[in-house]
């Protein structure tokens, strides 16, 4: 360790202002700081501090999506030699997942990564952390041969457009990973949707066994095939075709057991988003005209990206409700848009990404009319203490 | 007392060195200074020169706008220096003791039975009156002003915080003659806050004229502006003032004895401390005496006050002037190869975030690093995790940052001073300087106030 410290604080002049290297000044920080928590000392106010730092906060969610990671690398092989009708080990399947997975991540890191960077130097700050989930949850939300320059471009989109236009991360009023699927699914719809994407190979004209569909469950719902849906507990489990971190509930489940346990996620939004589509699902069954709206309101829960985009992407903080109360109406109204846009708009089977969408746009209102009520209270008081 | 208020929000840190409850005899210090810099929004000026020859309780110098308002020196001798820092403001006034304790005289006798005037003026006079805050915005109280209230926090949760049942053992009847001086400053009442467990009972039950109210639950539960906002909030155009316990006590001895008695039990804690425990010493003391021989090896940082709200100060540096504790903790000038990604099961944290969570009653070794670089708000509703009074955080600073002054004082800005925002800056992730953007914020709407 002493060795490697000795190095960085023998090259890092080169970095400073009127070095060599200045250019790569934000670039050489978010390195160093990567290897080494800075020896910077309080100046004002606490003289402690707690050691938690955005750092420490991004990996824990970053943490927390492993398990769905893992899941989805052995599905993506799975799912492909299922197609094939080849029995394979876990360890072939999961092998085939993550090379397959492998280069998404690389891109979807290396491109979000390489603007953070520019902009942080241009900008003159440190480099944020949020990318460090951005760029994680990214390939956990498409489908597995998406191929490489789309999602280039989209990551590109997310992060310039969706995110430092408006100041960088912390400012941001939409998702960026969000944004970079909404980029996808409207400007190659082709390559989002169908029945030809979810598993590798198929639209490369895989030759499948007989019977096999590479549609996922919530595209036979959406086309009325209720009785081709896969049980509760494929579901559960994920063993079913769709977005690379989205199938297994399981171990999104165990995902959100971090993020609640840690703190790092609102358990609020997540609990008032199921609430919400649950009591959705409900109302949809009770005025059931198709096969669609009769699925019950439990197993919509289940289905395609619900359980990942309440776990993991509602509870954005930065996009989402700002504000305690704010944040119980606003995962409820989620849960409520995603069922409602999934079930009553047959062009848009995946409901869930527009509903967060939505909804990030209406958080600030909602948190308006909280921080109002707050005033309102104060200003009560005053009449109350006049009088 | 019929019921206890009970607090749910806060976070009591769980550092080391606690103050033994022993008394430690240590030598007199032989400086003594009034720090300017202790009193909020005070422009000093000065009525001594150096090498003049000064009683306790002759004026060292005054608030240039309330020129009433005295700041006099706790022993009697000679002005050692006037310390300046930059643009010459003030930073030290140092009195050399002569040893002989000779007292400036003042009017003595029972409050209840003295005009407010008459209690004010004594209280200007002898320079006690700045132990009087006013609440909202941490000043000095006006002695123009009358508050609705006035209101003492007998226990403090602060960490490392000195225990007031100790401090005040037997002090009943001089802390009794304080309150009467407060009664008579307000038209309101004289509330008094105390801990259901800790504060002493037999103590408290003695007191008369004043109301008290318990309050149980982790830090900031003692802070005297949680009290506040819990019985009689302070809404705009309000005053309350505040005092704090060993303050009133000299208040009270001013009454009864006709001088400025500024003895003051400080309690010396904090993991580098060799021998902690609590020393009778006057106000504006030097720590020197105190510290020197008594702390451990390494790089240390002096805090005059506790760890959250504290001042830092040098190891021969001098006791500020509303503070009853001096904590001594590590610097933390380190590098920590991957500290961020480490499982932690030695760092104490708000969060679960660190594996220090299996040991929920092992206490810590905790120093100055910031363990993190500045960010802008990401989380969100972790500030309100320790606050326990009705207010937006989060929104609040925003107002701040954003110089919105309606906003401010419409979410609260009467209600908080540094201390109670000083939990919320601990636990920050993005490293916000949390207390002094809070200043700045007053500043601006004391500005705008005019």
Known sequence: ?387 | MNRVIKLRKGLDIRIQGVAEKNPVSASPSETYALKPIDFQGLTPKLSVRPDDVVKAGSPLFFDKYRPDILFTSPVSGRVKTVLRGERRRILEVVVEADGKQDFLEFKKGDPLQMKRAEIIENLLKSGVWPFIRQRPFDFVANPADTPKAVFISLFDTSPLAPDYSVILKRKEKTFQTGINVLKQLTDGKVHLGIHPEKSDGSFVNTLKNIEIHAFSGPHPAGNVGVHIHHIDPVNKGELVWVVNPQDVLIIGRLFEEGRLDARRVVALAGSEVKKTGYFETMLGASVEPLVKDNVKEGALRYISGNVLTGKKIDPAGYIGFYDSLISVIPEGNYFELFGWVLPGFNKFSFSRTFFSWLRPRKTYRLDTNLHGGHRPFVLTGEYEKVMPMDILVMQLFKAILTDDIDMMENLGLYEVVEEDIALCEFIDPSKTEMQKILRDGIDALVKELG
Do not use: C
């Open chain 1, 1 to 387: 360790m002493k060795a490697l410290r000795k190095f960085v604080d023998k090259i890092k002049p080169h970095f400073e202002k009127g070095g060599k290297f200045e250019a790569f000044h934000s670039t050489f920080e978010a390195f160093e700081t990567f290897l080494f928590v800075p020896d910077k000392v309080t100046t004002s106010g606490s003289h402690i501090r707690d050691p938690l730092d955005m750092k420490r906060t991004m990996i824990v969610v970053v943490v927390s999506l492993i398990p769905a990671l893992l899941f989805g690398m052995w599905n993506i092989g799975y799912q492909h030699f299922l197609a094939l009708g080849e029995q394979v080990s876990l360890w072939q399947a999961f092998w085939f997942g993550f090379v397959k997975m492998l280069p998404i991540i690389v891109v979807s890191y290396g491109v979000g990564l390489g603007i953070e960077f520019l902009f942080a130097q241009l900008r003159g700050h440190e480099v944020n952390e949020g990318f460090l989930v951005t760029g994680f949850l990214i390939p956990l939300i498409v489908p597995v041969d998406i191929p490489l320059w789309m999602l280039a471009l989209a990551v590109a989109f997310a992060v310039i457009i969706g995110k430092e236009v408006f100041g960088g991360t912390g400012m941001n009023i939409f998702n960026p990973a969000l944004t970079a699927r909404a980029f996808l699914f409207f400007a190659y719809p082709a390559w989002m949707s169908g029945d030809q994407v979810w598993v590798a190979g198929l639209k490369h004209g895989l030759q499948t066994v007989d019977g096999f569909s590479g549609a996922t469950p919530l595209a036979e719902a959406a086309a009325g095939k209720i009785d081709q849906l896969p049980s509760v507990w494929h579901m559960v489990l994920g063993t079913i075709p769709g977005s690379i971190g989205e199938t297994s509930v399981l171990a999104i489940l165990l995902g959100a057991f971090i993020l609640i346990y840690t703190g790092i996620g609102s358990w609020k939004i997540m609990l008032s988003a199921f609430s919400g589509g649950l009591l959705m699902g409900l109302i949809l069954n009770l005025f059931a005209v198709n096969p669609y709206m009769e699925i019950p309101a439990w197993e919509q829960l289940f289905l395609g990206g619900f359980a990942f985009g309440m776990v993991f992407m509602a509870t954005d903080p930065v996009t989402s409700s700002q504000t305690e109360t704010g944040k119980w109406i606003y995962g409820f109204l989620v849960g409520i848009m995603a069922i409602l846009i999934r079930v009553l708009n047959p062009a848009y089977p995946e409901g869930v990404m527009l509903a967060i969408l939505l909804m990030n746009v209406f958080a600030p209102l909602i948190d308006h009319y909280v921080v109002e009520a707050n005033i309102k209270r104060r200003l009560k008081r005053t009449k109350v203490s006049i009088q």
